[in-house]
């Protein structure tokens, strides 16, 4: 089990490196846990904890879902926003 920071790290990074999607263009489901792996964390998800399946629509057609911890989509969710900030920030619009 990571500690939060760790798991923090591990979802910049896999953001960073195309792994992760970022938090745009889903939709979310929650349910009891089934032990599939966070896609955040890699820790199984069990039956005593809350799952929340990220469902994203893509341009092509096929929807990939995601599951993950509340923990760790909370954490996903503050790192994914603060990218796109800094992102939108620094790209200068020339319209
Ligand atoms: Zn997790």
């Not at 939060?4 to 195309?18: E, K, M």
Request: with cysteine.
């Amino acid at each position: 089990m990571e500690t939060a920071n760790q798991v923090r790290q591990l979802i910049q990074t896999r953001i960073d490196a195309g792994q992760l999607p970022q938090a745009k263009n889903y939709e979310i489901f929650g349910r009891q846990g089934d032990g599939l792996r966070c896609a955040c964390c890699d820790d199984p998800i069990t039956g005593q904890q809350i799952e929340y399946d990220l469902e994203f629509c893509s341009d092509m057609g096929a929807a990939a879902t995601l599951p993950m911890h509340t923990v760790c989509y909370r954490a996903w969710c503050e790192i994914s926003y603060a990218i796109q900030c800094r992102e939108r920030s620094a790209s200068p619009s020339r319209r």
